[in-house]
């Protein structure tokens, strides 16, 4: 018998978007569509649950390449970005000089340094630099704004020095002056007058270094403080917005200003929304920079639009608990940048939520970066997002929702007068609430501490006095040295304005399991399961986690024949807690029946789940049930107070 050909336009014809959604709508019997499968995100839009070819049309996000305004495709043509480690240099300029020739050695493509003002000098400079070939690395220093026109001019001379017949313009970096970052973590009020006056002298003194940015616009302290996608982008666009407008005020050119920005943003855990997030907003800020024509310089002002983007791998998911689960949430971060085309990515090492970053630490999240590159080949196709129906659709949501919330700072006043006003760090503190509360309902998931947590790790030892170090750069041990490398001292006002929250989300769940560490016993959660083979399973292994996640020690168990014997077992295993597993149905007999033994006893009594008897159950006394819905952090809390206070 002759074999038939597949004709794939007859055998496979083209389905209408309303074919398709009419089957799904059949196959939902009933269900509405729109909530059973439409994701209202955290951002403020929807997200439909399939996209068809249909949904790029009128998009503005497909019509251009790489390296072509306004950019969302990428600022150039090639995809490959700098690997930084930042290096502390508060201390000792030798000692950082030799740990950066030893990560140059190890694959880093960037480096970065902390700098102390009070030491800055041309001889600290040349003993920092010794060795490091700065025309073909890029080097990037954070130092108090005041300071940084005077680095700029050692960084002449010493560029003139020792690079003679070099060209300024092969030299790449930046100094992160960013005035507006300390008043948000510091708290101290400065004139605007002031803030402008600082970034234009730093401007000035470093024109020309023309490969250096000298204007930061750190976004990634709202990313490490819960700042959703759209938000932190829309902050760093009104960011940098305020700077420009600064800086063209005072007479610095358009284009000028707008070539000494750099983005030092943070990349969130959510995977998808990330990448859409730094195509969005290339885009958007090469839209705003255009807005500042001026016939002289329209060539240079559109190549000065492209958006420079630094972006760092977030602190607020990281863990104490399980801390190299961190390894796989920093590593979908940094895939996240690199598939969207930022310049360079900083890793954070693992540990750095409890220990001053070890040797291995920072060569695992060195290692993270040239395994994307030298295994992955992500530095070998530039925007791989493009023409994903998906994430198409996701760039020009988040473009529309960050514009909106762009708009509604400018019209109160910009982004420095709302700081000065609170609003950004009030705002920033009702996200975080709500982010910690979404964290407490397990609404949103942190791995190991708040869902499936590791049963029997204990992790006190191994917090350090000088875990997460004094910023996101500097690692000395000193605050003397923290507050004259990264303030601005006398010139600064004292504390006048409430500062940026600071939090990570798994820090209640990890204050929680460390008192119970701390405790003289640990308490012991027993399953009492009976009847329903499958449901008693299911809510054994769901009480198993939910307990756990306090630090408890839980005993599973096969099952009992009567509750009198699971009470019997439980006792002997000197259990301080005992959970009911078994089915609604069969509560409605079991829990009665346990009560009767257990209340007026010492033992917690929980029922596993959310029966349709919960009613009259709670009508004779029984109080402690848990759930999906349970505020699973409310409900330790209680727990703790009980059992560790007796």
């Known amino acids: 018998m002759a074999e038939e050909k597949l004709n794939l336009l007859k055998d496979f014809p083209a389905i209408s978007a309303k074919v ?13 569509f729109d909530k059973k499968l439409v994701w209202r995100t955290n951002e403020g839009f929807n997200v439909q649950p399939y996209y068809r070819r249909e949904d790029l049309k009128g998009l503005k996000t497909t019509s251009s390449a790489p390296g072509q305004f306004p950019y969302v495709r990428g600022t150039r043509e090639t995809n490959d970005w700098a690997i930084r480690q930042n290096v502390c240099a508060c201390n000792n300029a030798r000692k950082a000089n030799e740990k950066a020739l030893e990560i140059l050695n190890k694959g880093i493509t960037s480096l970065g340094f902390c700098l102390d003002k009070e030491k800055l000098n041309y001889r600290f400079i040349k003993n920092l630099l010794n060795g490091i070939r700065i025309d073909i690395v890029p080097v990037n220093f954070t130092v108090c704004a005041c300071a940084a026109p005077e680095l700029a001019g050692i960084l002449v001379r010493y560029i003139g020095r020792e690079y003679k017949g070099t060209p300024l313009k092969k030299f790449v970096g930046s100094i992160n002056v960013d005035p507006m970052k300390n008043m948000l973590l510091k708290g101290k009020a400065m004139p605007r007058e002031k ?61 000028l200003a707008a070539r000494n920005i750099r983005f ?9 929304m990330e990448i859409a997030k730094f195509r969005a907003g290339r885009m958007l800020w090469a839209k705003i920079v255009e807005s500042y ?52 990515i900083t890793v954070t090492p693992f540990d750095v939520t409890y220990e001053r970053p070890t040797d291995f630490a920072e060569r695992i999240a060195r290692n993270q970066q040239l395994l994307l590159k030298e295994e992955a080949h ?18 020009e949501s988040i473009a529309q929702e960050a514009w909106k919330q762009f708009l509604a700072i400018q019209e109160q006043g910009g982004m420095y007068q709302m700081i000065m006003d609170g ?57 003397k040295q923290e507050k004259a490398a990264c303030c601005c001292g006398s010139e600064c006002e004292k504390p006048a304005l409430a500062t940026l929250p600071v939090a990570r989300a798994a820090e209640e769940f990890e204050q929680l399991r ?25 809510r054994a292994q769901f009480s198993c986690n939910f307990l756990a996640c306090a630090g408890y020690k839980v005993i599973d168990n096969n099952g009992f024949k009567t509750v009198k014997e699971g009470i019997k077992a439980a006792r002997k295993a000197k259990a301080d807690i005992i959970v009911l597993c078994s089915s609604d149905d069969e509560y409605a007999t079991y829990a009665p029946e346990a009560w009767k033994e257990l209340k007026n006893a010492k033992e ?43």
Request: charged share 20%; net charge neutral; glycine share 6%.
């Open 20 to 32: 398709w959604k009419d089957k799904i709508i059949a196959d939902l019997k009933g269900a509405d």
């Open 195 to 255: 803030v402008a006056e600082k970034i234009v002298a730093a401007v000035n003194a470093a024109k020309s270094l023309t490969g250096y940015r000298v204007v930061g616009v750190n976004s990634v302290i709202l990313n490490n403080a819960g700042a959703y996608c759209a938000q932190e982008l829309a902050y760093a666009l009104a960011w940098g917005v305020e700077y420009m407008t600064m800086m063209t005020e005072a007479g610095v050119a358009n284009y």
């Open 264 to 272: 030092n943003m943070g990349i969130g855990g959510n995977y998808f």
């Open 293 to 344: 024509k001026d016939p002289i310089f329209t060539a240079a002002l559109k190549e000065a639009a492209k958006m420079n983007v630094s972006a760092e791998t977030s602190k607020f998911n990281m863990t104490v608990f399980d801390a190299y689960v961190n390894l796989l949430r920093s590593q979908t971060e940094t895939m996240s940048a690199a598939l969207a085309g930022v310049d360079e």
């Open 378 to 395: 992500f530095n070998k196709i530039t925007d791989p997002a493009a023409g994903s129906y998906y994430i198409e659709n996701l760039t």
């Open 423 to 479: 609003k950004v760090q009030e705002m920033m503190q009702a996200n975080l609430t709500k982010r910690l509360g979404d964290v407490a309902k397990r609404k949103e998931f942190i791995l190991g501490s708040n869902q499936f947590p590791n049963f029997n790790e204990t992790a006190a030892k191994k917090i350090k006095e000088n875990a997460g170090a004094c910023s996101s750069i500097c690692t000395c041990k000193d605050k």
């Open 514 to 538: 460390l008192e119970t560490e701390a405790s003289k016993k640990q308490p012991v959660a027993f399953m009492l399961t009976i009847g329903n083979l499958a449901m008693r399973i299911a």
């Open 604 to 646: 917690i009594f929980i029922v596993a789940g959310a029966p349709a008897c919960m009613e009259d159950l709670q009508k004779e006394g029984i109080e402690n049930f848990i759930h999906v819905r349970s505020n699973v952090l409310e409900t330790l809390k209680k727990y703790n107070q009980q059992l560790l206070n007796k």
